[in-house]
């Protein structure tokens, strides 16, 4: 038996950023994760840290992004190895005037609701100057200067690592199967037991299940995304857009797909061919470039898609933490999230987050 300050139950992108965020602050921190046996958005996604379109009809979440965004250079310089991040900014490019002029709707009425993000609408000639290579067919773009991408798969070996070497414990390959609660924790993954005077449950899409164990909510669906990575170009994309970005490395990561199709992690050639045609549409350069890998991961989606982060009422110093953006929050979650559970108080941003705003979620509590 092992104790513990805190426990992170999930060993993904936004478990591992509150737990390398906890430890940086001198908590003993146990990170428990099932491993490679179950579904693992943080192993399949994109790598944007993207602001400009989270949280329309949500000032709280676009604020909560905005603020991630900010804190992304110093979480990259906290960690022990480059993350390749690059912050640039990020387009969301246009390809009719229709298309356009509802983006530019969408980007204002953001601005209205939550006091402006920094977005702000180009138009062709713009966007060309800032990006050469995009084609004929795009007439303008969204633009936010506080975008920008990351390798997500460095991001989670260094939060992991830097857990380690900061004191704290990874254990690979534990899946928790019971919680109980007597004022502290004893969280059992099979024989073995971890005690801990707080707990996250931070496990993706296994956070439905293990919520009810501690009296949390946590109504999270598979919500499908499918990927294409090419061979390695000349570099032609300093920029994050929503559909494509450049690794450092020099490969073309494209997707934008969104499926709900359950724990379905097949790819498809139609929703790839309609990728493939939008990011040609942009990108002509790409015509012969080939692909290398596909592969489809599934989002762990709220109802409303907004994060969930709330404090146990029935069994206090337990916490919820889940979002579809991990690697966007991934700053707040380590800076701001992390230190708020130390302390037993939430930020401020994240009152509007708890899971009482679901109907759903009300009827989730009642059945555990
Ligand atoms: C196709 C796709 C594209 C994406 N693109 C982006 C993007 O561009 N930008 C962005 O910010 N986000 C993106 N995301 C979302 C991002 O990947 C997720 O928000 C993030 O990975 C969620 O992290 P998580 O830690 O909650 O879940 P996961 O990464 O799924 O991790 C959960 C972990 O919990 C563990 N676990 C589950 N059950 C148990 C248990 N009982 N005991 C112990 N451990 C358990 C699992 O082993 C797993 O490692 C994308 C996701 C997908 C699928």
């Known amino acids: 038996m092992r104790a513990y300050d805190l426990i992170v139950v999930g060993g993904g992108l936004v478990g591992g950023a509150i737990a390398w965020g906890a430890a940086r602050l001198g908590a003993a921190v146990a990170l428990l994760d099932e491993g490679d046996v179950a579904f693992r958005a943080a192993r399949g996604n994109f790598g944007l840290v993207w ?23 110093g979480l990259a310089a906290g960690l022990g190895g480059s993350v390749g991040l690059r912050q640039n900014g990020g387009f969301m490019f246009c390809l009719s005037e229709e298309e356009l002029a509802a983006r530019g709707e969408m980007v204002a009425r953001m601005h209205n609701e939550s006091g402006g993000i920094g977005t702000r609408m180009l138009d062709r000639a713009e966007v060309r100057a800032m990006v050469p290579a995009v084609g004929e067919r795009v007439v303008g773009a969204a633009y936010c200067p506080a975008d920008g991408h990351a390798n997500p798969l460095l991001l989670l070996r260094e939060l992991q690592a830097g857990l380690v070497g900061l004191g704290g414990d990874y254990w690979p390959g534990r899946t928790v199967d019971g919680i109980s609660y007597d004022g502290g924790f004893s969280v059992s993954c099979g024989a073995e037991r971890f005690v801990g005077k707080k707990i996250v449950i931070a496990a993706g899409l296994g956070s439905r299940r293990l919520a009810g164990l501690v009296g949390l909510s946590m ?20 920029y994050a857009t929503h559909i494509t970005r450049q690794t450092e490395e020099g490969g073309v990561m494209m997707g934008d797909s969104l499926e709900d199709v359950g724990f379905d992690v097949s790819s498809t050639h139609k929703v790839m061919s309609g990728i493939a045609a939008r990011n040609l549409a942009v990108f002509p350069l790409l015509r012969d470039v080939n692909v290398v890998r596909t592969w489809a991961a599934l989002r762990v989606m709220s109802p409303d898609g907004a994060p969930i982060y709330e404090e146990s009422a029935t069994c206090p110093g337990a916490y919820s933490a889940t979002c579809h953006s991990g690697v966007t929050l991934a700053g707040v979650h380590a800076l701001e999230l992390a230190p708020g559970i130390l302390r037993g108080v939430l930020p401020a941003g994240v009152a509007a987050f708890g899971s009482g705003r679901f109907a759903e979620g009300v009827r989730d509590v009642q059945a555990f």
């Open 51 to 73: 602001v400009q379109s989270k949280g329309a009809g949500n000032p709280a979440y676009a604020h909560w992004s905005r603020r991630s965004a900010e804190l992304w250079p």
């Open 219 to 238: 109504p999270v669906s598979p919500l499908k995304g499918q990927i294409l990575v090419t061979e390695r170009v000349r570099p032609f994309l300093d």
